[in-house]
């Protein structure tokens, strides 16, 4: 049974965000008592925050040793995430019973669980600062609160990819058909029209595609979650159209205006605001694209998007390529970005997903379980410099950077095990810990700000590794 204090701490946590909710019906418009809270500082979505970047506001643990570990029972499709209220929140693809569960961060034992039609390779709940979460699922998006009941389900066409929240009152979807919407977040009413990215939604199935969503080939035309602006006002993608010889990179503006005077702005807080998606610009990705989302610099001037061969960063303000870097280094995932500029990229892993028919699909390929180099670069502004690289990395998971400047990574170890790694600024190790029982891919490897850090395998478990 939990602890007293435990059930107490959680009682007021739900009793303070029920009583702001019902403040916030008297009053819809409350920026003072952030009534409707936007995303948690925590690492609270796949990549950690709106920028995508894969940075923690934690620092990471000096000596860790395992806590707990716990099987799902079902495979994993993307990392645990964060929530405020005490707890990680983690998706599975089971058959049946519940495949979103929130487990206890002191003893990983189950606060609650909820089933949704959880589909889609690298995905993740979105998590607010009240501890409710967006998960994307085939044919839409579920809301649950922090007590895991469910709340709403939104509709749009085509499995979505991690639901992005543009401000406390505004939720942001992307198919993986390319088609964009947004959602109020308190009831899940539509606010203005949808956006089509890639064209017109094809009728197909909601799954039709979903195996081409991880390498990011031109088969799914959006496979991969936006990276957003910190005031919601722009997100950035990429996108490939049915028919085009490439992918490209998509910025879109989130403008919200007054109904009876649509040239009038008003905050996007506002309830009445009529909000509509305006596309700013769009340039092609010659290098490519992998299945990875678009990252956004600490000062928003800068995205960066992962390609076959390297990495490129483009212009936030028109699009223009500003330099391509060839890494010589292949990955699946986007890289890690801090606020000095340093990029960590490297990381390979298999992809599970569940499709219409409840099929669940593992696409592993043998390189991907053996791991891949990892390299450190500096952004120069012109150009990209190597910092470091470690081509014995192993790496199977996304760089993960502390707030203290160190980099996370999981890696194989010999032919079929596994250990958790932190390296410093210039790529020596610090330590390494190895994980017990660990086989197959990884799903995702996220750091807490207390430090705590979740590795989630593909087959189904999930460890939990802190400082005593």
Not at 2 to 16: E, G, P
Not at 366 to 379: I, K, N
Not at 391 to 404: E, F, H, I, M, Y
């Amino acid at each position: 049974m939990r602890s007293s204090t435990r059930r107490k701490t959680r009682a007021v946590a739900a009793l303070t965000a029920t009583a702001a909710a019902a403040l916030a019906a008297c009053s819809p418009v409350s920026s003072s008592l952030d009534a409707h809270p936007g995303q948690s500082d925590d690492w609270s979505s796949t990549y950690s925050d709106l920028h995508n970047s894969s940075t923690s506001t934690g620092e990471s643990p000096e000596d860790p040793t395992l806590k707990w570990s716990r099987e799902i029972g079902a495979p994993l499709p993307g990392p645990a995430t964060f929530s405020p209220l005490g707890d990680l929140q983690q998706a599975s693809l089971s058959d049946a019973g519940c495949n979103v569960f929130a487990l206890e961060l002191e003893d990983g034992r189950k606060s609650w669980c909820n089933r949704q039609a959880i589909g889609g390779p690298r995905i993740s709940g979105q998590i607010n600062k009240f501890g409710d979460s967006y998960w994307p699922i085939l044919s839409g998006a579920a809301a649950i609160s922090g007590e895991g009941e469910f709340r709403y389900g939104t509709t749009p066409p085509g499995a979505a990819t991690t639901a992005r929240q543009l401000s406390g009152q505004l939720v942001l979807t992307v198919s993986m058909f390319g088609q964009a919407r947004i959602y109020g977040t308190q009831h899940g009413t539509p606010r203005g029209a949808p956006l089509d990215l890639a064209g017109p939604v094809p009728d197909v199935a909601p799954d039709y595609g979903l195996s081409w969503c991880e390498t990011g080939s031109r088969g799914c035309p959006a496979p991969a979650p936006a990276a957003v602006t910190d005031d919601g006002s722009t997100f950035f993608i990429t996108v490939w159209t049915p028919g085009a010889d490439e992918p490209d990179l998509v910025a879109v503006r989130v403008n919200s205006r007054e109904r009876a005077n649509p040239d009038e702005h008003v905050p996007a807080t506002d309830p009445q605001a009529m909000i509509e998606m305006t596309e700013l610009w769009r340039t092609p990705l010659p290098h490519g694209r992998t299945g990875a989302p678009v990252v956004l610099s600490e000062d928003e001037d800068v995205a960066y998007v992962t390609g076959p061969e390297g990495i490129s960063a483009f212009s936030t303000e028109d699009g223009s390529e500003r330099w391509h870097h060839t890494t010589g280094v292949e990955t699946d995932f986007a890289p890690a970005v801090s606020a000095d500029g340093t990029i960590v990229l490297g990381g390979r892993t298999g992809a599970f997903y569940r499709g219409e028919d409840d099929a669940a699909t593992d696409e592993i390929t043998r390189e991907a379980l053996t791991g891949s180099a990892v390299l450190a670069l500096h952004d120069d502004g012109d150009s990209a410099s190597e910092v470091w690289r470690d081509d014995r990395a192993a790496s199977l998971t996304a760089p993960v950077l502390s707030a203290n400047g160190n980099v996370l990574l999981a890696s194989r170890e010999g032919r079929n095990g596994m250990a958790i790694r932190a390296l410093g600024a210039d790529g020596e190790e610090l330590w390494s810990k190895p994980v017990p029982g660990a086989q197959g891919p990884v799903a995702g490897l996220t750091l807490a700000d207390s430090g705590a850090i979740a590795l989630s395998l593909s087959i189904g478990r999930v460890y939990l590794f802190a400082d005593d």
